[in-house]
């Protein structure tokens, strides 16, 4: 059983940067892919990025991609999502979700995924 704990969101305005984390307890991130979700308002979750504990090969959605990256902490079994130049479309919960991926693939659908975390809100003002 793997337990997920986000943490870092919270209200920005537009530009500006915010670096939520995921945590796990009860085990280490090894032999996952850890990826980001986000859900807006009346919006399924929608991948945002993703990231291979074991390989270290990350994924960014193509339209993230410039403002998004995904990193890992091995000390610390933490996964951080780094986001810059915020807008209010940006605007949702986001989730933290692992998979036991041994081969380094990062699934991008959020079916693939059996553990998530409770989520964390980030909201940026106009």
């Known amino acids: 059983q793997v337990q997920l704990v986000e943490s870092g969101g919270g209200l920005v305005q537009a530009g500006g940067s915010l670096r939520p984390s995921c945590a796990a307890s009860g085990r280490t991130f090894s032999g996952y892919a850890v990826g980001w979700f986000r859900q807006a308002p009346g919006k399924g979750r929608r991948f945002v990025a993703g990231?291979?504990?074991?390989?270290?090969?990350?994924a960014i959605a193509d339209s993230l991609k410039g403002r998004f990256t995904i990193s890992r902490d091995n000390a610390k079994n933490t996964v951080s999502l780094q986001m810059n130049t915020l807008k209010p479309e940006d605007t949702a919960v986001y989730y933290c979700?692992?998979?036991?991926?041994?081969?380094?693939?990062?699934?991008?659908?959020?079916?693939?995924?059996?553990?998530w975390g409770q989520g964390t809100q980030v909201t940026v003002s106009s």
């Open positions: 979700a692992a998979d036991r991926r041994l081969l380094g693939t990062i699934p991008t659908s959020p079916a693939a995924y059996d553990y």
């Open positions: 990231i291979s504990w074991n390989t270290g090969r990350t």
